[in-house]
C-alpha cells in the first residue's frame, strides 16, 4: 500500500466524473500500472454527491480508501472538495473547479452554501483551483469542463510523462468530441502554475 | 494476453459468456444492473432479457437449467427477497444445465432501503456459495459456479457487493466453452416439488452439502497466503482487499472464495498456524459465528461492528486504534441529497400532492422516492418494491376502522414497479374495494436504475421492439372503471385528475403520463424559463416544487439556465406570472 496513489474525483452527479476516471486509469494502465477504480451508480447520481476513486500503483489491493489516505482530491464543485476534504493525506493536492453548484437543500432555502470553500482549502492543503467552467464554455462547450479539470490534475500530480494523455483522451472520448477534449486538457494544464 | 479494465458486473457478464451461459433473465437493480446491461453484447452465444420481477427472472432461468442449459439469474439484494420462493425449491430439486443467482448486496446503502446480508440466504436455503473479491475472480468463479452446480446438483449463489460490483479492476479473458443440451425428458421425481418428492429431494440436498463441505476444504477458490505466525485473518469478498492493506505485512490471510458452506477444516488448520485470529467480514458475523460454534477461537465484529461498508482506514482504526490523520477544515459542506431532475415529470405530481394535508400517500422504490424529500414532502411511507398500492389499501382500511374519514389515501407507484409487483396491489385495492386511489407514475422507462426498458416501454433488452403493455388496459381488466391519464406537468388537470378521482363513484385510478427527460430516443420539447426581476416579488413559492434549476438570491427568483429545461411547473406556480418559458 505503500507505494500505492490515490485519487478521489468528486463532484455532482452528471459532472462527468466517471469519464475522467476512465482517462486517467487508460493512462495508467497504458504506463504498465495495477490499476482499481471505485464508481457509484444508482440514487445518488440524481444531482447528489458523488466521488469516483482511483488507486494505483505496482499492486493494489483495495479499490477504495477512507479518510486521510488520498493523495489528491479533484472537485468538479467547490463544497464538495471541502466535504471530502478529509480523506486527503495532510500533504495532499487539491484541484478544485471555483464553481458553485446548489444542492437541493439550499435551493429550496433550507440551507445555505458555505463561505470561503477555496479560501479554506488553500489554508491547509497545497490546493490549486481555477473556473473550469469559464474556461470550458470559451472552448466552445461547458460539457468538457471535466477534461480541463483532468489536465490541471497532472500537472499537479506532475504526471506528465507516464502517458501520452492527449492520445489517451483521443482514445477515451466519442471521436467527435476528441478536439475538444484535448483542447481542453492544455487548457487545465496551463490555468495552474 | 489482451488485459481489460472492468467493473465486477462487466466480468461476471464475460463469466456467463465464457462459461457457456445460453439463457440469462433479471430485473434491474442497483448495484446489479450492469451485468444485463453488458450480455447483449454476447447475444450472438446468449438469449439474455429483463422479465418483470426478480421472481419471474428466477424462474426463466431456472426453465432453461431443467431443459439442460447453463443459465444465469441475477438481481440486487433485496430482489432475492422477491424471488426467494423459486430458490428455495430449486435448491432441493436440483439443476439440468448449470443455474447461477447472482446476488449484488448493498453495504452503506448507496441506493437501496436495507443492508441486508444475503449470505445467510445461502445459509438457509443451502445454496453453495462463491464471493469474487475483484473483477477477475468475477469472470473466474462464475465458470467455478456453473461447474459446482452440475457436479453437485444444486444452484449456486454468487454474492457480490456494491464495491465488487461497481470497481474496476484489470481482467484477462478467456474462451467461451460451449455445453452440448441433451435432448429434454421428462423426470417428474427431480422437477416435480410435490411432498412426496420433495422429502427425497432434502435428504439429497442435504447429502450433497456434506460433499460441498469436502469440497470447499481442498478447493483451489480457498487459500492460504502463510506471511507469518502471529495474527491470521480469514476474510471473503471485498472485506478481503480492505484486510490486505490495513493489516500488517507478516500477517497470514486464509482467503475465502466459497463462504458456503464453510472449509471448516481448512479454517481448523489455518487457525492452528496463528497466534491471533481475526474474522473480516462487513455486515453480520456470518463467517465468525460459524467459526466460533466450530469452536476455532477468533475475534471479528466486536472490533469491526455491524453497520456499514468496511475500508482499509477503518479496519485500521477499528483493530489496532490507529486514527486516520485527516484535517479538520473550518468551514463545513452542506447536505446534497439527490433529488428530482429539472424537468423530472414526477415534480409537477408531487407539488399537486404536497398541496393538500388530508392526502395520505403511500409510496414506491424508484426516483419518485425523492418526492418524499423536502421541499415537495409529499410521501407517507416507502417499503419496497409494488408496496406503494398494498400499503395504501392497509392504510385506509384502518382509517376507515378508527374513522379517521377526513384523510384521503392514495397508492403510487412507477412504470416498471407496476407490472414488477404493483399489478397485483391493484387488484387487491379493486377487487376488495379498497378506499384508495392506485396511481401509476408512467414515465415509460425504470429511471433510477439507469433507463432499462420494461413491458410499457416497447423494446427488449436485446433492442428488439415488443408490442406494450397497455397500463390502462391492465387496470380497466382489474375493474377500474375510471381511468384518469393526464400530463403531471400541466398542474392544474394533475390537481382536476385527483379531484376526480377522489369524487368518482366507480372504482377510480390515475396514470401521471410523461416520458422520463433523459430518455435519448424520444424527442423532447425543451426549453429555458427565465424570471422577470421587475414582476418577482421574492415570495419563494417556485421553490417549494424542488427544482434544483430555481434558487432565490437577493429576493429575486433565479433560474440556472445550464440545468433548466423549460419544464414550466416554476412557472406554473408563481402567482405574479413572473416566469415564463423563452425558446
Known amino acids: 500500500m505503500a507505494n500505492t496513489k490515490s485519487a478521489l474525483l468528486v463532484g455532482v452527479g452528471g459532472q462527468g466524473a466517471i469519464l475522467t476516471a476512465k482517462v486517467l486509469v487508460n493512462g495508467l494502465m497504458k504506463a504498465g500500472y495495477d490499476v482499481k477504480m471505485s464508481e457509484v451508480h444508482g440514487m445518488s447520481q440524481r444531482g447528489g454527491s458523488v466521488s469516483t476513486q482511483v488507486h494505483w500503483g505496482e499492486k493494489v489491493n483495495s479499490p477504495v480508501i477512507g479518510k486521510g489516505a488520498a493523495d489528491i482530491i479533484v472537485a468538479f464543485e467547490k463544497m464538495e472538495a471541502v466535504r471530502y476534504s478529509d480523506y486527503l493525506k495532510p500533504d495532499g493536492i487539491v484541484v478544485v473547479n471555483d464553481y458553485e453548484m446548489a444542492s437541493s437543500s439550499i435551493a429550496a432555502g433550507l440551507e445555505s452554501y458555505p463561505e470561503g470553500c477555496i479560501e479554506e482549502l488553500k489554508k491547509h492543503f497545497s490546493t490549486y483551483s481555477l473556473n473550469a467552467a469559464e474556461i470550458a464554455a470559451s472552448l466552445g462547450s461547458s460539457k468538457c469542463m471535466n477534461i480541463v479539470l483532468f489536465g490541471s490534475m497532472v500537472k499537479a500530480l506532475g504526471m506528465e510523462s507516464i502517458a501520452d494523455w492527449e492520445t489517451v483522451i483521443r482514445e477515451t472520448v466519442p471521436a467527435k468530441f476528441a478536439e475538444l477534449n484535448i483542447n481542453a486538457y492544455r487548457a487545465g494544464h496551463t490555468a495552474v502554475k | ?583
Open chain 2, 1 to 583: 494476453m489482451e488485459k481489460h479494465l472492468l467493473t465486477g458486473n462487466e466480468a461476471i457478464a464475460r463469466g456467463a459468456y465464457e462459461a457457456g451461459v445460453k439463457v440469462a433473465s433479471a430485473y434491474p437493480g442497483t448495484p446489479s444492473t450492469e451485468i444485463f446491461e453488458n450480455l447483449p453484447n454476447y447475444k450472438e452465444a446468449l438469449y439474455s432479457e429483463w422479465a418483470p420481477n426478480e421472481k419471474v427472472a428466477t424462474e426463466v432461468a431456472y426453465g432453461a437449467s431443467i431443459a439442460g442449459m447453463r443459465s444465469l439469474c441475477a438481481m440486487k439484494h433485496v430482489g432475492l427477497n422477491v424471488a426467494a420462493d423459486p430458490v428455495f425449491t430449486a435448491a432441493y430439486n436440483g439443476v439440468g444445465g448449470g443455474f447461477v443467482i447472482v446476488t449484488a448486496d448493498d453495504p452503506s446503502m448507496h441506493s437501496s432501503q436495507n443492508e441486508q446480508d444475503n449470505r445467510y440466504y445461502a445459509k438457509s436455503a443451502k445454496l453453495p456459495m462463491l464471493e469474487p473479491s475483484d473483477s477477475q475472480e468475477c469472470l473466474d468463479f462464475m465458470k467455478a459456479a456453473y461447474d459446482i452446480s452440475e457436479r453437485f446438483d444444486v444452484p449456486v449463489l454468487l454474492r457480490t457487493t456494491t464495491r465488487v460490483a461497481h470497481s474496476k479492476s484489470i481482467v484477462t479473458f478467456g474462451e467461451r466453452t460451449e455445453h452440448p443440451v441433451p435432448e429434454y425428458k421428462r423426470n417428474p421425481a427431480k422437477n416435480i416439488a410435490s411432498p412426496a418428492n420433495a422429502v427425497r429431494n432434502h435428504a439429497k440436498l442435504e447429502a450433497a452439502f456434506v460433499e460441498l463441505e469436502k469440497f470447499a476444504n481442498e478447493s483451489e477458490l480457498n487459500r492460504v497466503e502463510m506471511n507469518g505466525n502471529k495474527i491470521g485473518v480469514v476474510s471473503a469478498s471485498i472485506a478481503y482487499q480492505y484486510a490486505k492493506d490495513a493489516f500488517p505485512e507478516d500477517t497470514s490471510f486464509l482467503k475465502l472464495g466459497m463462504t458456503n458452506p464453510l472449509p471448516m477444516e481448512l479454517i481448523r488448520d489455518f487457525a492452528s498456524k496463528v497466534e491471533k485470529l481475526y474474522i473480516i467480514e462487513e455486515l453480520e458475523p456470518f463467517m465468525e459465528e460459524q467459526i466460533k460454534a466450530a469452536g476455532i477461537e477468533c475475534e471479528g465484529k466486536k472490533y469491526t461492528g455491524l453497520l456499514y461498508e468496511l475500508n482499509p482506514q477503518l479496519i485500521k482504526e477499528r483493530v489496532f486504534g490507529e486514527k486516520a490523520d485527516g484535517v479538520e477544515l473550518g468551514v463545513k459542506a452542506v447536505s446534497r441529497p439527490p433529488a428530482l431532475c429539472p424537468g423530472c415529470p414526477h415534480r409537477g405530481f408531487f407539488y399537486t400532492m404536497s398541496r393538500h394535508k388530508d392526502f395520505v400517500v403511500a409510496g414506491d422504490i424508484g426516483c419518485y422516492t425523492l418526492g418524499g424529500s423536502a421541499p415537495l414532502s409529499a410521501i407517507d411511507s416507502v417499503v419496497c418494491m409494488g408496496g406503494g398500492f398494498s400499503v395504501a389499501m392497509g392504510l385506509a382500511k384502518a382509517f376507515e376502522l378508527s374513522g379517521q374519514t377526513d384523510k384521503k389515501v392514495f397508492g403510487i407507484l412507477g412504470d416498471s414497479t407496476f407490472f414488477h409487483s404493483g399489478m397485483t396491489g391493484a387488484v387487491e385495492i379493486a377487487y376488495n374495494k379498497g378506499n384508495v386511489i392506485p396511481i401509476v407514475l408512467d414515465n415509460s422507462i425504470t429511471g433510477m436504475t439507469g433507463h432499462q426498458d420494461n413491458p410499457g416501454s416497447g423494446y427488449t433488452l436485446q433492442g428488439d421492439i415488443a408490442e406494450k403493455v397497455r397500463i390502462e388496459d391492465v387496470l380497466a381488466a382489474y375493474g377500474y372503471k375510471n381511468i384518469i391519464i393526464v400530463d403531471p406537468q400541466d398542474l392544474k388537470a394533475m390537481e382536476k385528475a385527483v379531484q376526480d378521482a377522489l369524487a368518482s363513484d366507480v372504482p377510480a385510478a390515475i396514470i401521471s403520463r410523461r416520458p422520463c427527460i433523459m430518455i435519448k430516443r424520444i424527442k423532447h420539447d425543451f426549453g429555458k424559463c427565465e424570471v422577470d426581476a421587475s414582476k418577482c416579488i421574492g415570495c419563494k413559492m417556485c421553490l417549494k416544487v424542488g427544482c434544483p434549476a430555481v434558487t432565490v438570491e437577493n429576493k429575486k427568483a433565479r433560474i440556472d439556465l445550464t440545468q433548466c429545461v423549460g419544464c414550466t411547473v416554476c412557472a406554473q406556480v408563481c402567482p405574479k406570472g413572473a416566469i415564463s418559458r423563452k425558446e
